[in-house]
């Protein structure tokens, strides 16, 4: 299992919640592996915010990110208005990464107006 650190807003610290699922090689991760981390991790912000709600539908897309050089690898930061949630560090290449994280959330959407 992979632990991932969460804190919501107005909680005065952190707690690390368990996620399941996600293979501990990050090295052998393929895109829908990250999808799954990206999914736990918010699902553990929800966890942590309200225990016994019933676990939401997850939408990847309304919040910030970054992955992070950490040493033994990289770290994955997700920030919403309702908190942060921090996993890692993952034995990946950073630049890598990143790049599944944009395809899983679709990444910046090219627009068409002229300003």
């Given at each position: 299992?992979?632990?991932v650190?969460?804190?919501?807003?107005?909680?005065s610290?952190?707690?690390?919640?368990?996620m399941?699922?996600?293979?501990?090689?990050a090295?052998?991760?393929?895109?829908?592996?990250v999808?799954l981390l990206?999914?736990?991790?918010l699902?553990a912000l929800d966890?942590?915010r309200?225990?016994?709600?019933?676990?939401?539908?997850?939408?990847?897309?309304?919040f910030?990110?970054?992955?992070?050089?950490?040493?033994g690898?990289?770290l994955?930061h997700?920030?919403?208005?309702?908190?942060?949630?921090s996993a890692?560090?993952?034995?990946?290449?950073?630049?890598?990464?990143s790049?599944m994280i944009?395809?899983?959330?679709g990444?910046?959407?090219e627009?068409?107006?002229?300003?």
């Open positions: 299992m992979i632990d650190d969460v804190w919501v807003r107005g909680a610290s952190a707690v690390t919640q368990k399941k699922g996600v293979p501990a090689d090295e052998s991760w393929t895109v829908a592996d999808k990206l999914e736990q991790m699902k966890r942590t309200d225990p016994n709600a019933e676990p939401p539908a997850v939408s990847l897309h309304g910030s990110w970054i992955v992070s050089p950490e040493p690898g990289v994955v997700l920030e919403l208005q309702l908190g942060t949630a890692g560090p993952f034995a990946i290449e950073e630049a890598r990464l790049e944009t395809r899983v959330i990444g910046p959407r627009s068409k107006l002229v300003h």
